[in-house]
């Protein structure tokens, strides 16, 4: 499959600490030189882009605790090829950015969102109580902004938010906004463990005996979520089956890491270091070129995600941006 979406990660902190997502007492992040520069960051993208990437995705750690975000969204959307700027967010800074990073062209927004009950909200995030009140007030003003479409991700934990699926439902149907369930990867902090999983097809059946009848929505498909109207609520439902079902052979993304790490596999630690392509004395476009051509040859030939996984995933997702 063509690559044609890359995620960036701007950042490795965050001024949230979920459970499933950072280690318990993180305070070592990557030192400040060692992070790319936004300069840097469009270097990169103009050269994917004449490999056909089209469509950028901003990630973390949290991308608005990093100053400026919005001069690096105005130089990539100056990048010819590149239609489509996005930005996955856990959405606390939103309601004082939004407008400037709509005014600089971002495109749209993806908003984290585990559970809409304030106190699990703050247990989760070890944000103070009073977040979830901040996210959801970003959320609208992204709503209102036109940053469309705003769409939640929300990450499926046992014994935590299971008994609120009908309520994300609601949700979804009284805001207009998709909500996509994401299964809970083996990659984080110290939360995840075997008990706390649900799949996907769980969360399907349990929807069509609540509400009847998932029905597909045709969609321009640009990444693993399959989206769903569910029964006459109104609302939109998206899954993201990452554990239980794997998909490669409609992989078209790579990732980059903060500190300049070409990732070809979320679930893998095969890594090409373009940041010190980057910064050779002897550095030239070509020279990128080359190396981003070898790495993009290298993802097509490997034969789905079993043979990448064998190297296994060491980073926590924090530090890859999801
Ligand atoms: N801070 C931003 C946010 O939370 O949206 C962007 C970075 S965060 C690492 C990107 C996505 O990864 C979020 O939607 C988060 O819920 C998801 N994520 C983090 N750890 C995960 C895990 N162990 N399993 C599944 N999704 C995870
Ligand atoms: Fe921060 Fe996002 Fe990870 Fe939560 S999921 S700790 S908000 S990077």
Redesign the pocket.
């Known amino acids: 499959m063509a690559i044609s979406y890359l995620r960036v990660s701007v950042t490795d902190r965050?001024?949230?600490?979920?459970r499933?997502?950072?280690p318990e007492g993180k305070k070592e992040f990557i030192p400040h030189p060692e992070i790319l520069r936004y300069e840097e960051i469009a270097e990169i993208v103009w050269v994917f882009s004449q490999f056909g990437v089209k469509s950028i995705r901003l990630?973390?750690?949290?991308p608005l605790v990093r100053k400026g975000l919005e001069s690096l969204i105005y130089q990539l959307k100056e990048i010819d090829g590149i239609r489509e700027v996005s930005l996955?967010?856990?959405g606390?800074f939103l309601g004082e950015k939004a407008e400037v990073l709509k005014e600089v062209g971002l495109n749209r927004v993806n908003v984290?969102l585990d559970t809409l009950n304030p106190e699990k909200f703050s247990y989760i995030?070890k944000a103070d109580e009073g977040a979830l009140y901040r996210v959801l007030k970003g959320i609208e003003k992204a709503k209102e902004t036109g940053l469309n479409p705003v769409k939640l991700n929300t990450?499926l934990i046992k014994g935590f938010n299971d008994n609120e699926i009908e309520e994300f439902v609601r949700f979804s149907a009284d805001f207009g906004i998709e909500v996509r369930f994401i299964e809970l990867m083996p990659v984080?902090g110290q939360f995840f463990s075997r008990e706390n999983f649900i799949p996907i097809s769980y969360v399907k059946e349990f929807l069509e005996e609540k509400f009847g009848r998932l029905e597909p929505v045709k969609t321009v498909k640009m990444g693993p979520a399959k989206s769903f109207r569910v029964g006459d609520t109104g609302a939109v439902v998206g899954f993201i089956p990452s554990v239980s079902q794997h998909f490669c052979s409609e992989c078209n993304r790579v990732r980059l890491t903060s500190n300049g790490k070409l990732r070809l596999c979320l679930m893998s630690d095969r890594e090409i270091d373009l940041k010190s392509v980057l910064r050779s004395p002897a550095y030239s476009r070509e020279l990128l070129r080359k190396t981003i051509a070898g790495a993009l040859l290298l993802k097509r030939n490997v034969d789905g995600i079993e043979a990448l996984e064998s190297l296994g995933c060491s980073r926590k997702?924090?530090t890859i941006?999801?």
């Open positions: 965050c001024n949230f600490r979920c499933y997502c950072m990630t973390g750690g949290e996955t967010t856990n606390f984290s995030t990450v984080g997702m924090f941006g999801g």
